[in-house]
């Protein structure tokens, strides 16, 4: 048999012949990594205790700030008011997203290395993680 000729799929056995890109349905791979996804989160179930307990504190912190402030509409002196507290939500959101930054990149050299070898495709390992950290 001389290599310039094609190879005959027509006369291979069915089962040996891969006919899908990852060996298994997307729903398992989606569930798989969801798995995965809740196992690391319950490891670090310390991280995401504080992270949800300090934005309460600040978010209290913030209300007492704010308690008594009275806005009437159409005053420029309200309009400061209202930018600065949403400039100071927005402001104590990142940095409380910030540790999450440190874990993400930790990761990053495993998940290349799961993807080049075709473990999973990339939407199934992110969804998992967007859809858990919603709450979060």
Aim: proline share 5%; hydrophobic share 50%.
């Amino acid at each position: 048999m001389v290599l310039t000729t094609p190879y005959d799929k027509s006369r291979a056995h069915p089962a040996a012949l891969v006919r899908e890109r990852y060996g298994i349905s997307n729903m398992k791979l989606f569930r798989a990594c969801f798995a995965r996804e809740w196992l690391l989160m319950k490891r670090n179930s310390f991280v995401y205790i504080f992270k949800t307990t300090q934005p309460t504190i600040m978010s209290t912190i913030a209300f007492t700030v704010f308690f008594r402030t009275e806005m009437k509409v159409g005053q420029l002196q309200d309009g400061g008011k209202f930018f600065g507290a949403l400039f100071f939500s927005l402001i104590n959101v990142m940095f409380i997203g910030m540790a999450e930054l440190a874990m993400t990149v930790s990761k990053l050299p495993v998940v290349y290395k799961q993807r080049d070898f075709l473990f999973f495709p990339a939407w199934a390992y992110a969804l998992p993680i967007w859809l858990l950290k919603i709450p979060v």
